[in-house]
């Protein structure tokens, strides 16, 4: 176990209580509580790489880790009716169907590096989540551009990784 890996355990475990603020109509907190879980990805990243602690189990567990955060409220926005369950549900596929084909790649020995279109995306849905926790305008265009990267940015993942190509 490396210090990164308990930051990215960290923002796993911290997601119940996150929920939970959300569900207590705390949107304010939950949104700064959010944006920190949400930081918490760059600064295991930072760690791992400054004080070379890259390790197999944080290349796992860390975008497995971003993905619970960010579908987890999602879904609860969904319920709140505070975000559409088609976007939602497109964002979900994406990141089920990109996590198979990066275990794909792996058992093929490639390792597919994030693409700036996987970056970008990253930044969407965060910034999407929290305007949709705070119930801001444009909140649901955000959703829908975030949307857009994620699809665009799995086609990458799935041209990269040569899974459909004979």
Known sequence: MTIANYVTLGRIAAIPLLVLLLLAGL??????????????DWLDGYIARK???VSELGKFLDPLADKILVISVLIILVGMGKAGALAVILLTAREFLVQGVRIHAATAGMIIAASPVAKLKTVAQIAATAMLMLNLNGAAAMLWLAVLLSLLSGGVYIWQSKILKP
């Open 27 to 40: 949107n304010g907190l939950a949104t700064i509580f959010f944006l920190v879980l949400s930081f918490s």
């Open 51 to 53: 004080y070379k602690q």
